[in-house]
């Protein structure tokens, strides 16, 4: 499986970015029975989740996002969504996505700065 993230850049404090993660490779089934999760690092920390959905849709956001971020998925497309909202410079980091645990190996991430 590999996991390819993408829709990061540069946004401002206060915008709005979504980010798409897709399973490639991966069997219907099996993205299907999976928890999906969102994580993100940034320089010199490390590797937190920040917002989980279960295999039955149920959802989990980290403190620090909840009430900001929206994860969601597409099982059909083998993609999972982060919707980004109110983001702060303290967002700034890469986002990776990944199954629980055991991951499947990681992919390049997203890179999302929020500055001015």
């Known amino acids: 499986v590999q996991l390819q993230a993408s829709g990061g850049g540069l946004v401002q404090p206060g915008g709005s970015v979504r980010l798409s993660c897709r399973a490639s490779?991966?069997?219907?089934?099996?993205?299907?029975?999976?928890?999906m999760g969102w994580y993100r690092q940034a320089p010199g920390k490390q590797r937190d989740l920040v917002a989980q959905i279960t295999s039955s849709g149920d959802t989990y956001s980290a403190n620090s996002v909840k009430g900001r971020f929206t994860i969601s998925r597409d099982n059909s497309k083998r993609t999972v969504y982060l919707q980004m909202n109110s983001l702060k410079p303290e967002d700034t980091a890469v986002y990776y996505c990944?199954?629980?645990?055991?991951?499947?190996?990681w992919g390049q991430g997203t890179q999302v700065t929020v500055s001015s």
């Open positions: 990944n199954k629980d645990k055991p991951h499947w190996p």
């Open positions: 490779g991966s069997i219907l089934s099996v993205f299907r029975g999976n928890d």
